[in-house]
């Protein structure tokens, strides 16, 4: 072999090497757990604006390009997480073909140095004839474990039994279940999607605003939400929040029901859930008109956006534009629009907190056209009332890297088990034909648990010791 | 509430239980061992009929839980929670040591559940997020998995503890503490039973923070603590297979590991999040 190939067998051999190692997984695991406690220290997305605003901007520019404000997603961290699953995979196939090779070693029946130094209440007499023995031991053993083997051996005969030879693979289950985990929060990252929907009563979306880009995504489907309703405890604490969801598809309703917090709809592979609710202003004011001549009685109208009606005076007709529940801070407004029977037609916002406005904002402003409430003669506007209703918050999201996250969920918990709670044990019965009688004795191996071990030996002993002692019934 | 009143009280008597099993460590007798686990034993069946009664109290109140919602309910269960696996582990290894170590670890959080000002005791409605039977399987798993990591740092201590022994001393405190060796041992299986209880809290939270938030994992502090907490011990159990890794650094990242379950629980309160416990 030439000594470049040679220097890149060592190369590839020093990284396999290193990538086995277990000091290595250590390093990382520890790695990752340190460099995760930042992130929640330190804001991250949304949350970091706050932060950004008092520092320099150079200082916050060169964060930003180290992805500190979203360290979870940056490429470093993801390098971590990506460094420690090559590392699971190379210790798993290093470590692998000598589970494979115990798993497969056929331990022999007639192992004589167990019994050398055998405990005394390992080891009793019995009646029984030694066949008869033999028989009730082979079937108590096959009761309770798994592959038995008899021998004849030069000291007895022996009889063999095993269980849980499987649980040598438990750790490659357990490290299987991490990776197909990361793969499903892999897949769900990269051909899912997360977004939001503010939907008003009586209204309906078929787009949502996705989380991460806030550009819209549009649903091949519209959702209608027909009602939202919120109670409350009598502590003022939500109670519940349900919107009653209506989907429609090619103009006929496919599906409708009501959405709670913790009980999603999945609609076309597409899940909603209930999420927050803000109050949103309706279409309905109600307007009060007091004159400035002659006639002192002040008049209330209850008006519909869109819809125009006579003045009381027959001076024109009015009709409300635009409904809103905050316009700019300074509270419920709407947007009037008068057309006279002749002249010009006067639009012009009114405000319900407008005493409020007059106190704080110098009246010359007030007298802008576009915000005097006496814009049009002889009349003053002021607006009484704005019907509220709410807007669902829905959470909309499709996530096809979740069934493996949940098969790696159900796995890895099957997997702990069986590497830490079951163990591979190995029951060997010998059957000593003497001048007093026959001696059973019994040993045990078990790869884990010695204590455990010990404790399952004591079991068979008692078992074997009554049964053995039975009279036997004809 | 006839159970918070009882609650308060059975702090006291969590921390008489622990007296008695100081008093054995520092006199070498065992009558009061014997004492101090039967006022233990006593202690917590009251503890457990006070949780149940919290339970019916909340049906009479028309708002109907399991007693698991918040701070105050969860710190009652999380001490109820080691004084059975202490009870569970004494009665098994016959070694009533530990209890020295067990009991202040409960009667701290019922102490700090019964007497903090800023703890509020009374039986709150649940709000809609906390509406499901997730909570209870996701609370269970994980508290349980806290206790069996606050054995384990117990355990730790007293193996750090045993460190200063040596024939020339002559404390019998010291004296008693069992071998390294079995401390050891102990603190494994405690730390084994701790990783597996805390998977399956983190994965029954994720299940829930799915079907409520449309996400199984959003990386909240909350969350992303219990990860910390969950990588710490993974890597304590992996560092068993490392030669050279004996007692002490085992010790060490138990107790490093308790910290962070600590700060899974309290900590990430001051963090803010959807997970915050605050104002409950």
């Known amino acids: 072999m030439s000594d470049h190939a040679l220097e890149g067998k060592f190369k590839s051999f020093y990284l396999w090497s290193a990538f086995s190692s277990i000091k290595l997984t250590l390093f990382l695991l520890i790695l990752l757990a340190v460099v995760s406690i930042f992130g929640t220290l330190i804001p991250q997305q949304e949350g970091a604006m706050e932060l950004a605003e008092?520092?320099?901007?150079?200082?916050?520019?060169?964060?930003?390009?180290?992805?500190?404000?979203?360290?979870?997603?940056?490429?470093?961290?993801?390098?971590?997480?990506?460094?420690?699953?090559v590392n699971l995979v190379v210790c798993s196939l290093d470590r692998f073909p000598s589970s494979l090779r115990r798993f497969r070693s056929v331990p022999k029946a007639d192992r004589e140095k167990l019994f050398e130094n055998l405990p005394p209440e390992r080891r009793f007499p019995v009646k029984t004839r030694i066949d008869q023995a033999g028989e009730i031991v082979a079937s108590v053993l096959k009761t309770k474990y798994?592959?038995?083997?008899?021998?004849?051996?030069?000291?007895?005969?022996?009889?063999?039994?095993?269980?849980?030879?499987?649980?040598?693979?438990?750790?490659?289950?357990?490290?299987?279940?991490?990776?197909?985990?990361?793969?499903?929060?892999?897949?769900?990252?990269?051909?899912?999607?997360?977004?939001?929907?503010?939907?008003?009563?009586?209204?309906?979306?078929?787009?949502?605003?996705?989380?991460?880009?806030?550009?819209?995504?549009?649903?091949?489907?519209?959702?209608r939400c027909e009602k939202f309703t919120v109670e409350f405890y009598p502590n003022g604490a939500p109670k519940e929040y349900r919107s009653d969801l209506v989907f429609v598809r090619d103009g006929r309703i496919a599906f409708q029901g009501p959405l709670r917090v913790n009980h999603p709809i999945t609609f076309e592979g597409i899940t909603f859930y209930q999420s927050s609710y803000r109050p949103v202003a309706g279409d309905k004011v109600r307007i009060k008109l007091t004159r400035d001549d002659g006639?002192?009685?002040?008049?209330?109208?209850?008006?519909?956006?869109?819809?125009?009606?006579?003045?009381?005076?027959?001076?024109?007709?009015?009709?409300?534009?635009?409904?809103?529940?905050?316009?700019?801070?300074?509270?419920p407004a709407a947007l009037v629009s008068v057309h006279p029977h002749e002249g010009a037609t006067k639009e012009f916002w009114i405000f319900q907190n407008f005493e409020m406005i007059r106190k704080r904002f110098p009246s010359a402003m007030l007298r802008s056209p576009s915000l005097d409430p006496s814009a049009f003669k002889p009349y003053t506007f002021s607006l009484e009332g704005v019907e509220m209703k709410y807007a669902t918050g829905l959470q909309v999201s499709r996530d096809p890297g979740v069934p493996l996250v949940w098969s790696g969920f159900t796995s890895i918990v099957i997997g702990l088990f069986v590497t830490f709670f079951l163990f591979h044990r190995m029951i060997w019965v010998r059957l000593a034909a003497g001048k007093k009688g026959v001696t059973v004795a019994v040993a045990g191996m078990g790869n884990k648990n010695p204590v455990g071990m010990e404790r399952e030996l004591d079991t068979l002993v008692d078992q074997l010791g009554t049964k053995l002692q039975e009279p036997k019934s004809s | 509430m006839l159970s918070s009143e009882i609650l308060s009280?059975?702090?006291?008597?969590?921390?008489?239980?622990?007296?008695?099993?100081?008093?054995?460590?520092?006199?070498?007798?065992?009558?009061f061992g014997r004492l101090a686990t039967f006022i233990t034993v006593v202690s917590f069946a009251g503890h457990t009929f006070a949780i149940a009664l919290r339970w019916i109290e909340s049906y009479r109140l028309g708002i109907g839980h399991a007693p698991l919602s918040n701070l105050y309910e969860s710190l009652i269960f999380f001490a109820w929670t080691i004084v059975l696996l202490y009870l569970v582990v004494e009665w098994k290894t016959k070694n009533k040591t530990i209890g020295t170590f067990a009991t202040p670890l409960a009667f701290l959080a019922m102490a700090y559940a019964s007497y903090s000002p800023g703890i509020n005791s009374s039986i709150q409605p649940l709000v809609p997020a906390l509406k499901s039977n997730?909570?209870?399987?996701?609370?269970?798993?994980?508290?349980?998995?806290?206790?069996?990591?606050?054995?384990?740092?117990?355990?730790?201590?007293?193996?750090?503890?045993?460190?200063?022994?040596?024939?020339?001393?002559?404390?019998?405190?010291?004296?008693?503490?069992?071998?390294?060796?079995?401390?050891?041992?102990?603190?494994?299986?405690?730390?084994?039973?701790?990783?597996?209880?805390?998977?399956?809290?983190?994965?029954?939270?994720?299940?829930?923070?799915?079907?409520?938030?449309?996400?199984?994992?959003?990386?909240?502090?909350?969350?992303?603590?219990?990860?910390?907490?969950?990588?710490?011990?993974?890597?304590?159990?992996?560092?068993?297979?490392?030669?050279?890794?004996?007692?002490?650094?085992?010790?060490?990242?138990?107790?490093?590991?308790?910290?962070?379950?600590?700060?899974?629980?309290?900590?990430?309160?001051?963090?803010?999040?959807?997970?915050?416990?605050?104002?409950?």
């Open chain 1, 295 to 331: 006639n002192p009685e002040p008049s209330t109208l209850e008006l519909t956006r869109g819809n125009a009606i006579e003045l009381p005076g027959k001076e024109g007709r009015i009709q409300i534009l635009e409904v809103s529940s905050d316009f700019r801070g300074l509270g």
């Open chain 2, 134 to 280: 997730w909570l209870i399987a996701h609370v269970i798993t994980c508290f349980f998995g806290y206790a069996a990591f606050g054995l384990a740092f117990g355990l730790s201590l007293m193996f750090i503890l045993k460190k200063l022994d040596h024939p020339k001393r002559d404390s019998f405190f010291l004296r008693i503490i069992p071998e390294p060796p079995i401390l050891d041992e102990l603190s494994y299986q405690m730390v084994v039973i701790g990783f597996l209880l805390l998977t399956l809290g983190i994965i029954t939270g994720s299940v829930w923070a799915h079907s409520a938030w449309g996400s199984y994992w959003s990386w909240d502090p909350k969350e992303t603590w219990s990860l910390i907490t969950w990588l710490v011990y993974a890597a304590m159990l992996h560092s068993r297979m490392v030669r050279g890794w004996k007692g002490n650094k085992l010790a060490a990242m138990s107790i490093i590991g308790f910290c962070c379950v600590l700060f899974t629980y309290f900590g990430v309160n001051y963090l803010a999040g959807l997970h915050s416990y605050a104002q409950s």
């Open chain 1, 54 to 85: 008092k520092l320099s901007p150079g200082l916050v520019r060169f964060l930003s390009s180290v992805q500190i404000f979203d360290m979870y997603h940056s490429i470093w961290f993801r390098l971590i997480i990506g460094a420690l699953a």
């Open chain 2, 9 to 31: 009280y059975i702090t006291f008597v969590y921390f008489i239980s622990f007296l008695f099993y100081l008093l054995m460590m520092v006199m070498g007798k065992e009558v």
């Open chain 1, 146 to 223: 798994k592959n038995l083997q008899k021998k004849d051996g030069s000291t007895g005969t022996f009889y063999f039994a095993e269980k849980g030879r499987y649980t040598y693979f438990g750790v490659y289950l357990v490290h299987l279940s991490v990776l197909l985990i990361l793969v499903g929060g892999i897949i769900g990252s990269l051909f899912g999607f997360e977004g939001f929907a503010s939907i008003p009563e009586g209204e309906g979306v078929d787009k949502v605003i996705l989380r991460k880009s806030r550009t819209p995504k549009p649903l091949p489907f519209t959702v």
